[in-house]
């Protein structure tokens, strides 16, 4: 959990979240997400799990949209564009079901 002193209500903390696994079967998988905190606790977070079976990961093309999402809702600023990142790869329902967002 990063450190914040109490004059750094506007600050954020990124932090990237990576989980690898280990198949006999199908090799290694990897997984990534991501931790976004302020000065009160953890705004988002995407867990990553890696795994051949029912594993969820984030792409990149996903995470920068995603994150001014979640920004621009708590800062009143809209964002288009997320909504068509979100078809690729595990689809929109899988990356929803993951992301957990705090109430502002
Ligand atoms: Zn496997």
């Known amino acids: 959990m990063p450190k914040f002193t109490n004059t750094e209500s506007s600050k954020y903390a990124f932090e990237h979240l990576h989980d690898e696994y280990e198949c006999d079967v ?37 995470l920068l949209p995603l994150i001014l999402d979640i ?10 564009g997320l909504e068509d990142e979100l078809e690729h790869g595990n689809g929109r329902q899988a990356i929803l079901e993951h992301l957990k967002v705090s109430d502002v």
Do not use: N, W
Not at 71 to 80: C, Q, S, Y
């Open 26 to 62: 199908c090799g290694v998988s990897y997984s990534e997400g991501f931790r976004l905190s302020d000065v009160r606790g953890v705004v988002a977070e995407f867990e990553p799990v890696a795994h051949c079976l029912g594993g969820h990961t984030l792409y990149s093309e996903q």
């Open 71 to 80: 920004l621009g809702k708590r800062h009143g600023f809209e964002v288009t």
